[in-house]
């Protein structure tokens, strides 16, 4: 099931919890990064730039292959994490910076990636601007990891915990979105912008195993956890804790669907730069 959609001035709590973001925030399957690549027809020298870069979860597979990228993230110890992360790779460059404000060189990027980042830029300002970014022959591929619904096991027993702590603040399921439904709308929007050519969609199941200590800290890096006061966060916490040591011995597994959008740039459609 995706994330419910978060306030914007969310974007900024991560930096608070910029190493529990590097140690336990998944990366994404190898398959996911080869079908981006082949995609995209990257030359040996290919220039990519990435929007939100975090800690470098998406950066290392591109970076590991040789390419020049630009990356961007608004949190000072998340790149600080990522220029330590991508130490071994001089070709990645890291800039402390939004993408709303950055002031690219048009037409220069071979592709433009996002990983789990772009939705907290206004669609009206996020797609114009990469599509600006891109070359004529340029690739577009954003990408998240998703939550598929889960009525069983752990994460039907969890909802109690958020029930009982976060009484104000759970929703219905009927009222969040299903992936579908929300690979849909990002479809539409960006089919919308008239920038770009005909969305495909590739999505990827596959699982993580997690302790009770990593996944609390999993969890320490959500916005919508790293914006409740500590008193809420720590009983939210103690009582997910409580119930994985007491009915699942300490580990439990997650399932994670990550979707993944790839386009071309559409030189014929593209709008002027925004200011």
Not at 95 to 124: C, G, M, N
Request: glycine share 4%; aromatic share 10%; hydrophobic share 40%.
């Amino acid at each position: 099931m995706p994330v419910v959609e978060q306030p914007r001035t969310f974007r900024t709590s991560f930096d608070q919890a910029a190493a529990d973001y590097d140690a336990v925030r998944p990366g994404y399957p190898p398959a996911l990064i080869h079908e981006i690549i082949d995609f995209a027809k990257l030359p040996a020298r290919a220039k990519i730039l990435e929007i939100g870069c975090g800690t470098g979860q998406a950066t290392i597979p591109f970076a590991q292959r040789g390419y020049q990228m630009t990356c961007l993230d608004i949190g000072l110890e998340l790149a600080t994490l990522a220029k330590k992360n991508c130490n071994p790779y001089p070709n990645v460059q890291i800039q402390v910076t939004s993408f709303e404000d950055w002031r690219p060189e048009p037409y220069k990027f071979d592709l433009v990636i996002s990983a789990t980042a772009f939705h907290w830029i206004a669609p009206e300002i996020a797609y114009p601007k990469a599509a600006n970014a891109l070359r004529e022959t340029g690739a577009l591929a954003i990408f998240s990891n998703e939550h598929p619904p889960a009525d069983k096991g752990f994460f039907a027993d969890v909802q109690a915990v958020y029930r009982l702590t976060l009484p104000d603040t759970r929703r219905d399921p009927p009222t969040i979105p299903t992936i579908q439904a929300s690979i849909e709308r990002t479809v539409a929007t960006i089919d919308a912008t008239g920038l770009f050519a005909p969305v495909i969609v590739k999505t990827y199941p596959w699982t993580l195993t997690y302790t009770t200590v990593n996944y609390l800290r999993l969890l320490n890096t959500y916005s919508p956890n790293l914006n409740l006061s500590a008193e809420k966060r720590t009983q939210l916490f103690q009582g997910i804790a409580d119930l994985i040591n007491s009915k699942y011995d300490g580990t439990i597994t997650t399932p994670y669907l990550s979707v993944l959008y790839l386009t071309k740039s559409s030189t014929s459609r593209r709008s002027p730069q925004p200011a």
